[in-house]
């Protein structure tokens, strides 16, 4: 599976920016799938996820801010990032890991899933928030 993100860029605080995670090679339907971001210096840090049957969990620091959903059609997972802050300025990442068959069909032990166990990631792409 490759994963090519866009949609990075440099924005105000208070804008808004939707970032793309094109899947090919694999379709991606019941996957779990993930955003990730680090910040210079930082670790990376997780910051949603969508399991094999859509159920999302964002972290504490976007949530009601930024939102994922996936066009299962269009094998494309994107995050959508509004009221933008400066410290949400970091190259952010897709990640996907077909997990097992139980996995794709009732979802679950997303959120959960350790970075390392995501076999598949995008190259990045940078989000600067200008305050």
């Known amino acids: 599976v490759l994963l090519v993100e866009s949609g990075g860029g440099s924005v105000q605080a208070g804008g808004s920016l939707r970032l793309s995670c094109a899947a090919s090679?694999?379709?991606?339907?019941?996957?779990?799938m993930g955003w990730f971001r680090q910040a210079p210096g930082k670790e990376r840090e997780r910051v949603a996820t969508i399991d094999g049957v859509g159920s999302i969990t964002s972290s504490f620091a976007v949530e009601g801010r930024f939102t994922t959903y996936k066009d299962n059609a269009k094998n494309i997972l994107y995050l959508q990032m509004n009221s933008l802050k400066p410290e949400d300025s970091a190259t952010y990442y897709c990640?996907?890991?077909?997990?097992?068959?139980?996995?794709?069909?009732?979802?679950?032990?997303?959120?959960?899933?350790?970075?390392?166990?995501?076999?598949?990631w995008g190259q990045g792409t940078q989000v600067t928030v200008s305050s």
């Open positions: 090679g694999y379709d991606t339907s019941g996957y779990c």
């Open positions: 990640a996907a890991d077909a997990g097992n068959s139980f996995e794709r069909r009732f979802g679950g032990n997303c959120w959960s899933r350790r970075a390392t166990d995501f076999a598949y």
